[in-house]
C-alpha cells in the first residue's frame, strides 16, 4: 500500500482557521471509519488528536475537528493559535491489519 | 499511562540491536501494541504490530524478515528485536499503545538508532 497523501504544508495566522487534507482510496480512508490525525512538535513524540475521523481525545480543545468525504479527510483548526504550529500526521486502517500513515503536513502559524 | 523506550544506540551496518518499551498505568496484557519509527527529518512510518496475547504479528514490507516484535505481558515489556540493520533504519523508534479504531492513543519519548559505519 501507499502512503495516504496529504500537503506538505499549511499556514495560517493567529485566529485563522486551516483544513490539512489527507487523501487515500476506497480501500483505506474511503472504506473505513478509521483515520485518525496526530500533532507532532519537534522533538516531542506524537500525540492523537481526533480518532474515527471525528473524535477528538479527551483534553483536546473543540478547535480541532476532523471529518471525511469519499476518499479523503480532513483536519480542520480554527482560531489558530501559536502553539498549534507543529507537524500533522493522519492514518488510516487499510485492511488486512494494515495502517497506513500520510506523509505529514507541517502547520506555520505566521 | 506511561511508555518508555530504551536499548538505541550506534550499531554498524549488518549488526543487531534489541529495543524495549516499559509500560505502566494500564492493563498491558489487554492492549496491542507497534513501534513506529521516524528517520531523520522525515516522517512516520509504521514498523510493526503485535495482539494483546503476542500471537498475532505484523510487519512493514521494509523490516519483514529482519525485525521482531514481541512481548512480555508478565513484566510489562514490549520488544523490537533488530538484525541485518541497514543504514536506512536509522530513525528514533517509538512504541505506542493501540486504541479505539486503529488510533493509537499513547507514545513513548522514543529511542535513537543510529546505523553507521
Known amino acids: 500500500q501507499s502512503a495516504l497523501t496529504q500537503p506538505p504544508s499549511a499556514s495560517g495566522s493567529p485566529g485563522q482557521s486551516i483544513t490539512i487534507s489527507c487523501t487515500g482510496t476506497?480501500?483505506?480512508?474511503?472504506?473505513?471509519?478509521?483515520v485518525s490525525w496526530y500533532q507532532q512538535h519537534p522533538g516531542k513524540a506524537p500525540k492523537l488528536m481526533i480518532y474515527?475521523?471525528?473524535k477528538r481525545l479527551s483534553g483536546v480543545p473543540d478547535r480541532f475537528s476532523g471529518s471525511k468525504s469519499g476518499n479523503t479527510a480532513s483536519l480542520t483548526v480554527s482560531g489558530l493559535q501559536v502553539d498549534d504550529e507543529a507537524d500533522y500526521y493522519c492514518?488510516?486502517?487499510?485492511?488486512?491489519?494494515?495502517?497506513?500513515f500520510g506523509g505529514g503536513t507541517k502547520l506555520t502559524v505566521l | 499511562v506511561q511508555l518508555v523506550e530504551s536499548g538505541g544506540g550506534l550499531v554498524r551496518p549488518g549488526g543487531s540491536l534489541r529495543l524495549s518499551c516499559a509500560v505502566s498505568?494500564?492493563?498491558?496484557?489487554?492492549?496491542?501494541m507497534d513501534w513506529v519509527r521516524q528517520a531523520p527529518g522525515k516522517g512516520l512510518e509504521w514498523v510493526a504490530l503485535?495482539?494483546?496475547?503476542?500471537?498475532?504479528?505484523k510487519y512493514a514490507e521494509s523490516v519483514r524478515g529482519r525485525f521482531t516484535i514481541s512481548r512480555d505481558n508478565s513484566k510489562n515489556l514490549l520488544y523490537l528485536q533488530m538484525n541485518s540493520l541497514r543504514v536506512d533504519d536509522t530513525a528514533v523508534y517509538y512504541c505506542?499503545?493501540?486504541?479505539?479504531?486503529?488510533?493509537?492513543?499513547?507514545w513513548g519519548q522514543g529511542t535513537l538508532v543510529t546505523v553507521s559505519s
Open positions: 505506542a499503545r493501540h486504541g479505539n479504531e486503529w488510533s493509537r492513543d499513547h
Open positions: 498505568g494500564f492493563t498491558f496484557s489487554s492492549a496491542g
Open positions: 503485535i495482539y494483546y496475547d503476542g500471537i498475532k504479528t
Open positions: 476506497s480501500s483505506d480512508v474511503g472504506g473505513h471509519d478509521a
Open positions: 474515527e475521523v471525528t
Open positions: 492514518t488510516s486502517y487499510a485492511g488486512n491489519d494494515n495502517l497506513l
